[in-house]
T-cell receptor, first 116, second 114 residues
Framework: NAGVTQTPKFQVLKTGQSMTLQCAQD?????MYWYRQDPGMGLRLIYY???????DKGEVPNGYNVSRLNKREFSLRLESAAPSQTSVYFC???????????????FGDGTRLSIL | GEDVEQSLFLSVREGDSSVINCTYT??????LYWYKQEPGAGLQLLTY?????DMKQDQRLTVLLNKKDKHLSLRIADTQTGDSAIYFC??????????????FGSGTRLSIRP
């Protein structure tokens, strides 16, 4: 049971380089999310996709773009990496919440990204 | 606005009970969650509680919810070394598009001492 798969697991970039983080889920979920995790700050939502063909900004979208390639895949792109984007990036997926329905998010193992 | 707060660190002796506390601000949250993150891994859903419940017990885990004070706690009985992890409190935020938006706290790092 793969669940949510993120690639790569680790990456080091130089300032100004571009990079695409890949995420795929095999649970047939409609919604997908990208978070960043920084020490002492928990997880902050970067972008999300409620369903295939839609994307929306989260709490910290600046410096990032996303693509919902199909129902399975949701990629995160850094066009010009900055040291402030050094973080651990997590992808998650879920079914839409509806009215009071229980729809937890399922997480990948993360991509550890360092920008020098 | 929505906010979830929890202390950053907790140290307990092996075999004792651990209690991790959390406060949240959105009284309309339908579900409140506890996620566990082990070193080098993603977050795993540990347990959750529906907002109309006061308590939920699942083996060694007990979740208490005080809606009046917007306070959530996670009690782990007989804490073991395998419980060492970061524990995230989170609340659902219904009405945010059709996605299942969740607001996470900053996480409590639980360490176990012999």
């Amino acid at each position: 049971n793969a669940g949510v798969t993120q690639t790569p697991k680790f990456q080091v970039l130089k300032t100004g380089q571009s990079m695409t983080l890949q995420c795929a889920q095999d649970m047939n979920h409609n919604s997908m999310y990208w978070y960043r995790q920084d020490p002492g700050m928990g997880l902050r939502l970067i972008y999300y996709s409620a369903s295939e063909g839609t994307t929306d900004k989260g709490e910290v979208p600046n410096g990032y773009n996303v693509s919902r390639l199909n129902k399975r895949e949701f990629s995160l792109r850094l066009e010009s990496a900055a040291p402030s984007q050094t973080s651990v990036y997590f992808c998650a997926s879920s079914e839409p919440s509806g009215q009071g329905s229980f729809q937890p998010q399922h997480f990948g193992d993360g991509t550890r990204l360092s920008i020098l | 606005g929505e906010d979830v707060e929890q202390s950053l660190f907790l140290s307990v002796r092996e075999g004792d009970s651990s209690v991790i506390n959390c406060t949240y601000t959105d009284s309309s949250s339908t579900y409140l969650y506890w996620y566990k993150q082990e070193p080098g891994a993603g977050l795993q859903l540990l347990t959750y509680i529906f907002s109309n419940m006061d308590m939920k017990q699942d083996q060694r885990l007990t979740v208490l919810l005080n809606k009046k004070d917007k306070h959530l706690s996670l009690r782990i009985a007989d804490t073991q070394t395998g419980d060492s992890a970061i524990y995230f409190c989170a609340e659902s935020a219904p009405g945010y598009s059709s996605a299942s938006k969740i607001i996470f706290g900053s996480g409590t790092r639980l360490s176990i001492r012999p």
